[in-house]
């Protein structure tokens, strides 16, 4: 079984600064991903970074970076330069994956993050 | 390369009305899932496959049926639909990394299901 908690509802930003989303995690898988997926308001959802548990480097892709604490549990997502066009709904998710590293698409999601960027 | 594809975008039904959302995919994925939207509750796993013929449920399965008769396509039926079904539901499909450099896994558009 897994679970995924985002504790904080709603966060906002100053465009041009940087802000933290929290997230952390419980799996009985030995082997999972952890994502990070954005929702603007016209619903799709749209990823925005992947980890694989396996890997010790934090995954990163362009202005979005991850603080992956296996130990801990706890994969928050770190984004820098904000932009309006970041503002939406962040979803953390986890997924177990097979014994050939394939993550199964069986995902769990937290409860998500509004993230509001002022200008 | 459409990706992949939900129809209907909108859909009202009374209670006890039956009907199937469709999916579809055309990325020759092995895996799909179904997901609902419920708000302050994130997405849940309804129901998903690992590759045609082969499905199994997941984490709020009552209340839906579905098949994989084909790779490309993943039907969510509702039998007999309550109010507790009104939801956004996504379809998504991911691609096996034994063939693939990425994981990624690719949502529909999502369908907007009212059941008074």
């Known amino acids: 079984a897994q679970t995924v908690t985002q504790s904080q509802p709603e966060m906002s930003v100053q465009e041009a600064e940087t802000v933290t989303l929290s997230c952390t995690y419980d799996?009985?898988?030995?082997?999972?991903?952890l994502f990070w997926y954005k929702q603007p308001p016209s619903r799709q959802m749209i990823l925005v970074i992947r980890q694989e548990a396996y890997k010790q480097q934090n995954a990163t892709e362009n202005r979005f970076s991850v603080n992956f604490q296996k130990a801990a549990k706890s994969f928050s997502l770190k984004i820098s330069d904000s932009q309006l066009g970041d503002a939406a709904m962040y979803f953390c998710a986890s997924g177990g994956a097979n014994a050939g590293g394939t993550s199964y698409g069986k995902l769990t999601f937290g409860q998500g993050t509004i993230l509001t960027v002022h200008p | 390369n459409a990706g992949v594809t939900q129809t209907p975008k909108f859909q009202v039904l009374k209670t006890g009305q039956s009907m199937t959302l469709q999916c579809a995919q055309d990325?020759?994925?092995?895996?799909m899932s179904w997901y609902r939207q419920d708000p302050g509750m994130g997405l849940r796993l309804i129901h998903y496959s690992v590759g045609a013929g082969i499905t199994d449920q997941g984490e709020v399965p009552n209340g839906y049926n579905v098949s994989r008769s084909t790779t490309e396509d993943f039907p969510l039926r509702l039998l007999s639909a309550a109010p507790s079904q009104t939801s956004v539901y996504f379809c998504?499909?991911?691609?096996?990394?034994?063939?693939?450099?990425?994981?990624?896994?690719?949502f529909g558009p999502g369908t907007r299901l009212t059941v008074l």
């Open positions: 799996t009985s898988e030995s082997d999972y991903y």
């Open positions: 998504a499909s991911s691609y096996n990394a034994r063939t693939s450099s990425t994981d990624t896994q690719y």
């Open positions: 990325m020759n994925h092995e895996y």
